[in-house]
């Protein structure tokens, strides 16, 4: 996500920073490189120059600072108006009072709408809320099966009704239903085309007006760029989309859609799709995600990433233990499997201040089987070994290596490995005493 355009501009301020004393010219030199690299990520020509007089007009005297090195206060100015070009501030759903909250899906076919109403179901469902899904796209061939299918592996049901057509009263039973059966929450799944049309807008003005939606969400493609803008306006000047998800996030997205869309609609973005699996839906802080493009990292999304993926209960008893008695190689084998849980490792870099291209490319370059060959390696030791691997001498490292069939380079990288992880456990809970 913004890989590319993290990288330009980071280079842009790079060179500003090596000057140590900016004159006028230096940051006007480096503004029209800044705006360079936004116009080749595809954000639009408007947007970028009305970025940029807020830019310059705010860095008007930065060369004079004498107290705060003033390429960072430049870099400082640029995320101010990065955070307001991409909403300014994060805005969850909007829960109805009286319930059930009405959420209306629509987008072109293709956008990823049939996944992000599972993946939404999934991510209120995990926050304590009942929520139901309604199949209204009559159309396209296994939509119906699609949502039910992703249905049953979430656990939330679906309302179809295979006998109509008519989605209006699809619609309206499956509210109903929801009602009735007292859920907080239900998602329509509406149809969707390949390209915007009056037949498709009229057909979802007509369930607008049916069920009076809380929330209209739009679904569009991050990978399309300023297409995606194009198509938010449309459906915006339609329909009066209440919000945007922009899915395909975690590709090679020039990042033109993310950063345009706000703008152009003034409709704020409130989730994004990282993936294709149904938890990878994040909930969109224009202020991280600003920090994410400049390489400030993304601390606090981690840390409630953490929060939802670990074990708390074997997060406990690690920490409880490693306090008591400090680390063993089974300990260790359990933290990597939690941790493997935030996903990728490039993933998890991405959030974290100060992660070069270099770096980002050796992750990427990582062996995704490594978790399973440090399991193989500490399931051929021991359990005495495991509990002090002290005792593993050069025989014994020979005899592991060829029991779990890695080499013995490896098995000496694990150990390692394990003894600086155990110096950080130790460290951290003597200062959590």
């Known amino acids: 996500m913004f890989t590319e355009l993290s990288e330009k501009l980071e ?16 940051i006007k030199d480096g503004l029209r490189e800044v705006r360079r690299v936004l116009l080749e990520a595809d954000v639009s020509f408007q947007l970028t120059r009305e970025f940029l007089e807020r830019v310059e007009k705010r860095a008007v005297g930065i060369a004079q600072l004498k107290t705060v090195q003033p390429a960072q206060q430049l870099v400082k100015v640029v995320y101010d108006e990065l955070t307001v070009m991409l909403g300014e501030r994060k805005e969850g759903l ?6 059930p909250t009405v959420v209306m899906m629509v987008g ?4 990823g709408k049939t996944t992000t109403a599972a993946k939404l179901a999934r991510r209120l469902k995990g926050e304590g809320r009942a929520v ?3 199949a209204a796209d009559v159309y396209r061939p296994a939509a119906i099966d699609q949502l039910e299918t992703l249905g049953k592996e979430l656990g939330i049901p679906v309302y179809a009704d295979r006998a109509t057509q008519d989605v209006v009263r699809i619609v309206r039973a499956g509210v109903e239903q929801a009602r009735k059966e007292r859920d907080r ?10 390209q915007i049309d009056e037949a498709m807008m009229e057909e979802l003005r007509r369930v607008k007006e049916a069920v009076q939606p809380d929330e209209i969400l739009l679904v569009a493609d991050g990978m399309t760029g300023q297409d995606a803008v194009r198509i938010a306006q449309g459906f915006n000047d339609a329909l009066g989309v209440t919000g945007v998800v922009l899915t395909k996030m975690d590709g090679d997205a020039r990042g033109g859609a993310a950063l345009s869309i706000y703008g152009v609609t003034k409709k704020p973005i409130k989730f994004i799709g990282v993936g294709e699996k149904t938890d990878a839906l994040e909930e969109f802080h224009p202020d991280r995600m600003a920090g994410r493009i400049l390489q400030q990292g993304d601390v606090l999304t981690l840390v409630e990433k953490a929060q939802e993926t670990f074990d708390a209960d074997e997060s406990k008893r690690l920490e409880k233990k490693v306090r008591k008695e400090g680390m063993d190689l089974q300990d260790f084998l359990s933290a990597m499997k939690q941790m493997q849980k935030l996903g990728p490792l490039q993933n998890v870099l991405k959030m ?13 370059e990582a062996d995704p089987k490594r978790l399973k060959h440090a399991e193989a390696i500490v399931l051929s030791m021991t359990a005495e070994e495991r509990k002090n691997p002290g005792l593993i001498n050069g025989s014994r490292r020979a005899r592991v290596a060829k029991g ?7 098995v000496n990288r694990l150990l390692e490995q394990f003894r600086e992880m155990s110096k950080m456990m130790k460290r951290m809970a003597q200062k959590g005493r």
């Open 11 to 26: 280079a842009t301020f790079a060179r500003l920073r090596g000057r140590g004393v900016l004159t006028e010219a230096d």
């Open 94 to 99: 909007k829960m109805s009072t009286l319930p």
């Open 108 to 111: 072109l076919q293709g956008s």
């Open 132 to 134: 139901r899904m309604v």
């Open 185 to 194: 929450v239900v998602i329509l799944d509406t149809a969707g085309r390949l």
């Open 352 to 364: 974290l201040p100060g992660v070069n291209a270099k770096m980002m490319k050796q992750a990427s």
């Open 404 to 410: 779990s069939g890695r080499p013995v380079s490896e």
